[in-house]
């Protein structure tokens, strides 16, 4: 098949085509041209990527806030805005869990009650 962006390659399978959401990276199958590089994922791996994306709460509601942190006493402390609070309906007492993720990201999870 053809390359429907050149034209020109013909599209060769492939099953290392990395796609990035949210900040987690996807392995998917599809096909490359060989000429310009374009990519083409497959439908079925396409759809398993937004499912395992909507799991990890990544897809449907791209929101990335940014905020400062203000100093408090020994520590720091995170406001959530109000939007986000009332589309994750937080009561604000909840308890959370936090874990660091590499130098730069960490990861904030509400608990179950």
């Known amino acids: 098949m053809k390359c429907p962006v050149c034209g020109k ?3 060769a399978k ?3 085509i990395l796609s990035e959401v949210g900040g987690f990276a996807f392995v998917e199958r599809g096909h490359r041209c060989p000429v310009r ?13 937004v499912k395992v994306a909507r799991r990890l709460g990544l897809w449907g509601e791209p929101m990335k806030l940014h905020r400062k942190l203000s100093p408090s006493g020994r520590g720091v402390v995170l406001r959530i805005p109000e939007d986000l609070r009332k589309s994750m309906n937080l009561k604000g007492s909840e308890t959370i869990s ?3 993720v590499g130098k730069k990201r960490i990861l904030l ?3 179950s009650p």
């Open 9 to 11: 390659g013909e599209l």
């Open 14 to 16: 492939v099953d290392d």
């Open 37 to 49: 590089g374009e990519e083409f994922i497959d439908q079925a791996d396409s759809d398993r990527t």
């Open 98 to 100: 936090l874990a660091k």
């Open 109 to 111: 999870e509400v608990q």
